[in-house]
């Protein structure tokens, strides 16, 4: 292994000298596929765990759909696979928080951010800014094994005997802080916390080395200003993770000594059981504020690196430059900025000052403003381009579609006073599902669609492809659009059994139908994943370096790169990443020197 | 064969070990600040419980202090050469070190029993038990880190004259001597 770094360092440390160093020396089974110091083959790892993660955590949301859209029914294979969490067909109430709790942990953490930055920043910062890999590639291949120990401990905790935490994704004391109160607050939880630890500390590993690479390791030429928007997202995402991970763990440290050492940073006052605990002077509110610090940076730790994917195969299948590349940049970073300031408003009912309110409420309309202009400029980048309809095209398109949907929604909630309304109900649901959710795992889909060439030298099927995109997005707002009326309603999220009240009853069929719906998406996701994995193997072979007609670096690497990327030397960067239909040509990769009668852009 | 990850190109700008480092101690002050602002906000509430930071807490920051002092000086004995009196300021950096984290453990047992402890209601001394302990781990692992690079300078395999991987220690040692007079200043107002 440490051959294979020095080796790494050699071939860096003489990138200008012309030769080909990276074939020197013998891989084995275990330090080219496990124990990999490499990019991108540590992105493949992450994408493939992140998938397995995304089946376990959609099935969730099956077996709980199942419950919400046919409350009355019984299904005995329930218990056949689940026994006692399912008693008779039905799922218990217990069961059916631990599996809301674990499909919001598993694909917010596990999923849309290590799956997707794990993968897209490994695979692409070292290609397209022109490095033979990470700063520091032991560190990286940390950052993947600390995530695979944390998938571990919360796969653990899935099949202990009191199954695993079941608070919902936020786990608020008290009650996660009382393993008195639930079974879903007894070692599931510790498990939950220990798990997210390490998840911390894996992110930590891997954006200290995306933010050190990004910044110190760009190929000759390659000014931040030359940099393809994909990894302006990631370095952004990169900021806010390295910033804003660390005060969850604070929470959750605070969180371990309440529950184990009888501390009361959070609790105050309990009655468990008719008992009075001796807590007192603790806040619950307390852990809100860091839970959010995190949770709000977080959901855009999730949508930012999409923005960038998605930028990148707008510009590329329209075959026109982005428009507005500095707007882009800067609203990437007023995002990052603002996103630090409005944890808050997942607050407004805690009892908030007014007046503070007020405060979060203008900073999150203001996030509204930078992303009505990337927006803005998606659009006006197709506008008239000469589209590419391939599959990873469709879905860039389609996250963009799903983003403007759910922003609109978050503009209802960023207003304390209708947020009153609508905090906890269906309508959040609809909200972050479609904002976050759906459109962050179209721009993941769209990202696989296009850069699978590059990871594997194969295509993904296509026919497949548009199947999965055309009933995906259907299916996407045939489930979440009617989640809207429901929360108008006040129709309350969590809920198990709404049957108490009559005014819900007219929501039964619709239940049911969003129930069919999950089911069917779910299946189209499977097939989804058959295509991969058929691809990786049987898929058209890529025949030519650059597929796409792209300017970026990763497409002058040879087809199946090794080890290092460039056979010879790291190419030199004299243009931006956007020359698409240029003084009448076409594309002009970034490695072409500049002529002399170029126009400017 | 040039132990060096960085290009020719890249020489003129911070090695990016040091920049890791830069951005990691961002983000471990960030783990305190959000601890810190958390007892800001619990301390205005009712039923706060405050408490008197035992002497022996002195002791250690001399100890800590000192300890950078020693510190400095070891990278500067590398920087001229001096392998042998490095070895030493090295050597003595780590058992002040190992001496700090001695007396925060004493210091929190003294304060443990003046009846400060974790049951009941909440306070001062249950946020520094964290704090104060979470700043321990962050020393024990750089009394790890001085160790190893300590051990590895007695093996004197490595001819290495390369200064970055002590300069790198130095940067977090000095950091978590900052980070610890913070939160000393913090608790002595605050607490
Ligand atoms: C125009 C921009 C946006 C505004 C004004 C906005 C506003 C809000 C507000 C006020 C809430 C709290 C609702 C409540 O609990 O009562 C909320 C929830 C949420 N938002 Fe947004 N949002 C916006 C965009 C986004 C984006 C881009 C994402 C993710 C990529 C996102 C993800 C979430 C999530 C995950 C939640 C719910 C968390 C939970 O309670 O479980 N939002 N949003
Ligand atoms: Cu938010």
Redesign the interface.
Known sequence: MSDTL?I???V?????SGEPHVHHHKETFISKYIFSMDHKMIAKQFLVTGIIWAIIGGLFSVLFRLQLGFPDQSFPILETFFGRWAEGGKIKPEFYYALTTMHGTVLIFFVLTAGLSGTFANLLIPLQVGARDM??PF?NMLSYWMFFAASIVMLSSLFTQTGPAAGGWTVYPPLSALGLASQGSKSGMDLWIIAMTLFVASQ?LG???Y???I???RT?GMSMTRLPLTIWALLFTAILG??????L???L??LM?DRH?????Y??DIFVAGQAL??????AI?YQ??FW?LGHPEVYIIIMPTMGLASEILAINSRKPIFGYMAMIASLMAICVLAFLVWAHHMFVTGMNPFLGSVFVLLTLLIAIPSAIKVFNWITTIWRGNIRFTPGMLFAIGFVSIFISGGLTGIFLGNSTIDIHLHDTMFVIAHFHIVMGVSAFFGMFAGIYHWFPKMFGRYMNNTLGYIHFWVTIVCAYLIFWPMHYQGFAGMPRRYLDKSSWVSFGQFHSLDAMITVVTIIVFAVQLMFVFNYFYSMYKGRRVRTQNPWDATTLEWTTPIHPGHGNWDGEIPEVHRWAYDYGKDGRDFIPQTEPVGENESSH | ??????????HR??H??K??LW??I???L??????TS?FI??SN?????TFVLPGIFWVSTVLILASSLTMLMAIKAFKSRGMRQYRGLLGITFLLGAAFVICQVIGFNQLWNSNVQ??????AG??F??IAG?HAVHVIGGVIALLVIFLKSIAGKTKSYDAVPVEVMGMYWHFVDLLWLYLMIFFIILG
């Open positions: 020095h790494q360092h050699g860096a440390s003489h990138g200008h700063a520091s560190m930590l954006g200290l080395n933010i050190s690479t910044l110190n390791m000759k390295v910033l804003s991970f660390p005060v763990l604070s929470g440290v605070l000594f050492l009888g501390t009361s940073f609790l105050s001796p807590n007192e002077g603790g806040s307390l504020h860091l610090f | 064969m040039n132990t060096s990850i960085v290009s020719e190109q890249q700008k911070l990016p070990h920049f890791a951005v990691a961002a983000s471990i960030m783990m305190f600040a959000g601890l958390a906000v619990k509430q009712a039923g706060w419980r974790f049951k009941g209601a909440s306070g249950q946020f038990y964290a979470l």
